[in-house]
């Protein structure tokens, strides 16, 4: 860890604390939620042995980037517009360095990392995302208007909309709780949180935490998300009906870049009615028609970087090694 090396770098109007190490092609690193780039340093250390240059942003909102106040200051187009400039901005740093990346993604990372690939194609050497696949635009729908529909008002992304409800909760469970209940979070099924019972359980029923995650690590993410608080990771989640009124104008696009697609079996999100045949019957490919690969890992759960880190750096290896 101490070969990491850490910096500030301001974009698109907010500062972003960037991890990085070593050199050779550059390969940008997204985070989910409730991550920061710490999901990455397996990774960042992996890659780097490899001889690529490893670059992690907290995004904004997270860790030791800034967090806009204004809730709709998360959307899409601010966070891809924050990774164009870091790209422009490590880009130059390089003596004719190339201005496309290879991109690896997780969770809203790996959203955004398709967003990116929409939006500028350019950038974008290769992809592999984690988790996320990319969904076509449904005109006729609002996004969150689904998942009441589905799941309820209990549904975890249907309780992060209002302003100030969860963060409240999640103060009352502490920071720690928060954490563990979410990244030990192994059921193949959506994720509930209830008011007084946390994830489906008691607030304090104890989390015992698997070999990939150790009480260091928790202890770095407590670190942070205490400083930073929960609210700028979650206006990402209130912000999924302003990006598909934002993204009309791109309705039917495709992604065409190089892709490779890895998944957990025991993914909520890969176990979301209708996602395993879209995945798998055509329909990711449909809409990402350069994707390559589908990968799809037993007995792992939504943070398979962490989970399997060093098979997900030798996937993201055998991948981009190609180009």
């Given at each position: 860890?101490?070969?990491?090396?850490h910096?500030?770098v301001?974009?698109?109007?907010?500062?972003?604390?960037v991890a990085?190490?070593?050199?050779g092609?550059?390969?940008?690193l997204i985070?989910g939620f409730?991550?920061?780039?710490y999901?990455?340093?397996h990774?960042?250390l992996?890659?780097?042995a490899?001889?690529?240059?490893?670059?992690?942003p907290?995004l904004?909102?997270y860790?030791?980037?800034d967090?806009?106040?204004?809730?709709?200051?998360?959307?899409?187009?601010?966070?891809?517009?924050?990774?164009?400039?870091?790209?422009?901005?490590v880009?130059a740093?390089?003596?004719g360095?190339?201005?496309?990346?290879?991109?690896?993604?997780h969770?809203w990372?790996?959203l955004?990392?398709?967003y990116l690939?929409?939006l500028?194609?350019?950038?974008?050497?290769?992809?592999?995302?984690?988790?996320?696949?990319w969904?076509?635009r449904n005109?006729d729908?609002k996004p969150?208007?689904?998942y009441?529909?589905?799941?309820g008002?209990?549904?975890?992304i249907?309780?992060f909309q209002?302003?100030?409800?969860?963060?409240?909760?999640f103060a009352?469970?502490?920071?720690?709780?928060?954490l563990e209940?979410?990244?030990?979070y192994?059921?193949?099924?959506?994720?509930?949180i209830?008011?007084g019972?946390g994830?489906g359980h008691q607030?304090?029923?104890?989390?015992?935490?698997?070999?990939w995650l150790t009480?260091?690590?928790v202890d770095?993410?407590?670190?942070k998300?205490e400083?930073?608080?929960?609210?700028g990771?979650?206006?990402?989640y209130r912000?999924?009906?302003r990006n598909?009124?934002?993204m009309a104008?791109?309705?039917?696009?495709?992604?065409?870049?190089?892709?490779?697609?890895i998944?957990?079996?025991?993914?909520?999100?890969?176990?979301?009615?209708?996602i395993?045949?879209?995945?798998?019957?055509?329909?990711?490919?449909k809409t990402?028609?350069?994707?390559e690969?589908?990968?799809?890992?037993e007995?792992?759960a939504h943070?398979?970087?962490?989970?399997?880190p060093h098979?997900?750096?030798q996937?993201?290896?055998?991948?981009?090694?190609k180009f």
């Amino acid at each position: 860890m101490e070969n990491i090396k850490h910096r500030t770098v301001k974009v698109n109007g907010v500062n972003l604390h960037v991890a990085e190490c070593g050199e050779g092609p550059l390969i940008l690193l997204i985070h989910g939620f409730p991550e920061l780039w710490y999901t990455w340093r397996h990774q960042i250390l992996g890659l780097a042995a490899l001889g690529f240059r490893a670059v992690a942003p907290d995004l904004r909102g997270y860790g030791d980037s800034d967090a806009p106040a204004a809730t709709d200051a998360y959307t899409a187009l601010h966070v891809v517009g924050d990774l164009v400039g870091l790209l422009d901005a490590v880009a130059a740093e390089g003596e004719g360095e190339d201005k496309a990346a290879f991109v690896v993604g997780h969770d809203w990372g790996a959203l955004l990392a398709w967003y990116l690939c929409m939006l500028r194609p350019d950038r974008v050497k290769a992809l592999v995302n984690l988790s996320v696949p990319w969904m076509p635009r449904n005109p006729d729908s609002k996004p969150l208007d689904g998942y009441r529909a589905a799941y309820g008002n209990d549904y975890y992304i249907c309780r992060f909309q209002e302003p100030g409800e969860i963060e409240a909760q999640f103060a009352e469970m502490g920071t720690r709780r928060v954490l563990e209940g979410i990244l030990t979070y192994r059921i193949p099924g959506p994720l509930f949180i209830v008011k007084g019972k946390g994830f489906g359980h008691q607030v304090d029923d104890p989390v015992v935490l698997p070999s990939w995650l150790t009480r260091e690590d928790v202890d770095y993410y407590v670190d942070k998300f205490e400083k930073k608080g929960f609210t700028g990771g979650i206006n990402y989640y209130r912000n999924f009906n302003r990006n598909w009124e934002l993204m009309a104008p791109w309705d039917g696009t495709q992604v065409k870049v190089p892709a490779k697609f890895i998944v957990g079996e025991l993914d909520l999100v890969y176990n979301m009615p209708g996602i395993k045949d879209f995945i798998h019957k055509g329909g990711l490919k449909k809409t990402v028609p350069l994707l390559e690969e589908v990968v799809v890992m037993e007995g792992v759960a939504h943070f398979i970087n962490q989970e399997r880190p060093h098979d997900i750096t030798q996937h993201i290896y055998d991948f981009f090694s190609k180009f």
